[in-house]
């Protein structure tokens, strides 16, 4: 009978919790993703195209075509979710950064995603990274790097907070994921394959659509829930600047501070997860 007590008293607690955080989330993110009863919109962004390959100088796969495929496929995917989609490209053209970030911004009550692959001169260098620089964008680039992690055969490189200029100059919650390196012979050979690429766009979608389920990171109360996903310890790299690194062609993401060396050693991003943090 106590035992009865407690389990309901826990029951009634957790509950109280989980409401308190949804709404006070609900408030703070009302003004850019509404709450979840209203449709929202999913810009999809697939990095690079036309002229701007993407990757590095002389890679073998097209990293554009890589991430137009599979933003293709999480449109579809969204859409058959009822969810509305605007897409930056969705042929093999180049669009400006400042374009896409215009697309983004003409849409409230939206949110922003862009597809990436990694690439770099070491070929060992494998993972998954998923990147925003807003607070309000965390909650999205925990599930997207939640779930994505969550199936890919890769390394956990973590969230990171970095002023890329497509995520600093948006105005909705905003995420970068970097869907694995194309230089990495086993990762790039997964890309290769669409069931694979088809599974990408399924855990980003499921990112998508389970933002408003990332338990809040605000105070010790938090209650973890069956449908309940952890917000991501991140990797705070606000202070990176566009390095040279491995030499790697980032024009895509240019960082938000400019400094005119680098601290950071060439081939220092293979590094994985924690290690990387900088300062
Ligand atoms: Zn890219």
Redesign the pocket.
Known sequence: MRRTFFRIAFSVAGLLITVLACSSYGAKRSSTSGTDSSPITVVIDA??GGHDR??IPGQRIA?KDM?LDVALRLRNILSASGYRVVMTRSTDVFVPLAGRVAIANSYQNAVFVCI??NATKRSGASGIETYFYSRDSLPLASAIHYYVTGVAPSANRGVRRRGYYVLRKTAIPAVLVECGFLTNPTEAAYAQTASYRQKLAEEIAAGVRGRSSVSSGFGTTRVATAESIPLQPYIDQTRVTKSKKSGSK?S??KSARKKKTSSKPPGSEARAGASDREG
């Open positions: 990095g690079h993407g990757g990293e991430t990436h692959f980032r895509h993401k």
